[in-house]
């Protein structure tokens, strides 16, 4: 293997695709990259034991191709140094060592044979393929991801749930405080096909989309889903298990309806919440006609704060609880400009839905469980 390339190139490509490889791995081959060059274009892979990403660098300037295993570290480490220069790479004493050229220098690393790295997953026969635009797929993790839970005994909540039906899509996530489902009901699938995404890997997915505005084709089987570009692949292995009916717990009934702009709500329970207590986070929302008070307090400290804020309500007056920290991540991953609590009582669980114009092909329905305050 014998070629030269940007150094600021490389190191932007070795970047994006040593996100899924682990610092120390059981499986030692995977600390590497491995480079597969053929004609003018390098292919750059990185995986761990459960997701491997692929993409593909264009090299303008090729003396030799070849196959080989390069340690991520140093060399990601060795290009971090450089400014945006000319960098040549080069593999001798039978491809155990690539020597790597600047103006000024020249450095040597220990490479391994191409044949020691696993082999790319294919989709099983049978697997299930769609196609989503980039901005809809960024739109839907943006929406979910910050909801999943860190659960050992339950692994189905760690993840996303992508539920596609003859309707339509959803994209939801849940901690079993909070649940958030996205939906376009423009992408349909010709039969009803679920599967569950790990956190992971969505959020590897999601750095991904932030710079690409090419359609996505999303093919999963019983075990791992691929996300194809046209230059890059991703390969996520599946949590396995039954997601919970999380339509079943979306409330249809919430009667009282308090309507108020987003960033207002927001800030103020932000300003509100640096009196809580910090063991519960806990606020307390009054609610009274056309009126909210948020409040808080930390007796132990005796600290104490509360904000009123105009709004549209003209429900049953209630005071309910909430953890703010859960409030605030809800209003900050939303993108609307007004929003709408859909409230029962005290006891049962918030919705918070749109409350203006919005696209008549999506929707995200946000949901909060209060807790009990005095």
Known sequence: MHFTVSSSELLHTLTMVG?????????SILENFLFVLKGNELEITGADLETTLKT????????????????AKILTDQLKSFANIPVEFRTVDNDHTMFI?????????????????????????????NTITSEILLAGINATLYATAEEELRPVMNGIYIDMTTQGTSMVASDSHKLVCFTRHDIKSPENASFILHKRPAGILRSLLQKNDEPVRMTYDSKNAFFETQDTLLICRLIEGN?????SVIPKNNQ????????????????????????????KFSISFNMLTISAQDVGFNVSSHETLNCTYDGEPMDIGFKSDFVSEILSALTYDTICFELADAGRAA????????????????LIMPIRVQ
């Open 56 to 71: 593909v660098l264009t090299i303008d300037d090729v003396l030799e191709e070849g196959e080989i295993a390069v340690p």
């Open 351 to 366: 919705l918070i839905v749109n409350a203006g114009a919005q696209d008549p092909d999506e929707d995200i329905t946000s």
């Open 256 to 283: 009282n309806k308090l309507v108020i702009d987003r960033v207002t709500l927001l800030n103020a329970v932000k300003r509100v919440s640096v009196c809580t207590s910090q063991a519960t986070m806990h606020i």
């Open 101 to 129: 050229s600047w103006p000024s220098g020249e450095a040597q690393i220990p490479v391994f044979p191409s044949e020691d790295y696993p082999v790319l997953r294919v989709p099983e026969e049978g697997a299930v393929s």
């Open 19 to 27: 996100k899924v490889i682990a610092p120390k791995s059981t499986i």
């Open 243 to 247: 997601y919970p009916a999380y339509r």
